[in-house]
């Protein structure tokens, strides 16, 4: 077994699972939820509590969050099955806070000349810029990194095409 941090989850990466736990950063955390009740509080004195609810998640969603690494993992648990076959199955989740993913074998891809050379959307290059993002498994090379949102979107809206641009990237840069 062998231990890779990402910048929100470590991952234990063993020969057939992989476990992704978050990174969680504390001082972060009380930032954020110092923000939250004070912006709903705020929104309370002129809003109903549901539309408070609303602007204070927006407010929420634009600062660098301390829980992200849940998140990710949240919606690596949430959405698998929905994505299609261009992602790595995530077996279990307790909450967010400790996920079992298939492993994945490295794909050893220039992150220069993907980046240079990406037949995908720019919406999600945050994702598909990176080859560590990616991994063979069952025989294809598929996102073992799932977890923002951009690219679930994406994905959810794209997935055939996606599947048919990666696989054509692959052959033709073998
Ligand atoms: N299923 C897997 N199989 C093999 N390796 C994995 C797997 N999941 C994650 N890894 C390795 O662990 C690294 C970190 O995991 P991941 O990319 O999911 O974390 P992150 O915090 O979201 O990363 P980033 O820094 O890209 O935001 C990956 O780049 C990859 O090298
Ligand atoms: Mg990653």
Same mark, same amino acid.
């Given at each position: 077994?062998? #231990?890779?941090?990402?910048?929100?989850?470590?991952?234990? #990466?063993?020969? !057939?699972?992989?476990?992704? $736990?978050?990174?969680?950063?504390?001082?972060?955390?009380?930032? *954020?939820?110092?923000?939250?009740?004070?912006?709903?509080?705020?929104?309370?004195?002129? $809003?109903?509590?549901? *539309?408070? &609810?609303?602007?204070?998640?927006? &407010?929420?969603? =634009?600062?660098?969050?301390?829980?992200?690494?849940?998140?990710?993992?949240?919606? *690596?648990?949430?959405?698998?099955? !929905? $994505?299609?076959?261009?992602?790595?199955? =995530? @077996?279990?989740?307790?909450?967010?806070?400790?996920?079992?993913? /298939? +492993?994945? !074998?490295?794909?050893?891809?220039?992150?220069?000349?993907? @980046? /240079?050379?990406?037949?995908? %959307?720019?919406?999600?290059?945050?994702?598909? /810029?990176?080859?560590?993002?990616?991994?063979?498994?069952?025989?294809?090379?598929?996102?073992?990194?799932?977890?923002? &949102?951009? #690219?679930? !979107?994406?994905?959810? *809206?794209?997935?055939?095409?996606?599947?048919?641009?990666? /696989? +054509?990237?692959? @052959? %033709?840069?073998?």
């Amino acid at each position: 077994m062998h #231990i890779v941090k990402g910048t929100n989850r470590v991952a234990f #990466i063993g020969k !057939k699972y992989t476990v992704k $736990l978050p990174r969680i950063a504390p001082r972060q955390v009380v930032r *954020e939820v110092s923000l939250v009740t004070r912006s709903f509080f705020h929104c309370c004195k002129k $809003l109903s509590i549901k *539309e408070s &609810i609303k602007v204070t998640l927006g &407010i929420w969603r =634009t600062v660098p969050q301390g829980t992200a690494g849940i998140k990710a993992n949240f919606k *690596e648990w949430k959405y698998p099955k !929905k $994505l299609g076959s261009s992602v790595v199955p =995530t @077996r279990f989740s307790f909450l967010g806070l400790f996920n079992v993913m /298939d +492993t994945a !074998k490295p794909w050893h891809m220039s992150q220069k000349y993907l @980046r /240079d050379n990406s037949p995908f %959307e720019h919406i999600a290059s945050h994702t598909t /810029d990176n080859p560590r993002n990616f991994g063979w498994h069952d025989g294809r090379v598929k996102l073992l990194d799932y977890g923002d &949102i951009n #690219i679930v !979107k994406y994905l959810l *809206e794209n997935k055939a095409l996606f599947r048919r641009q990666l /696989d +054509t990237f692959v @052959r %033709e840069n073998r």
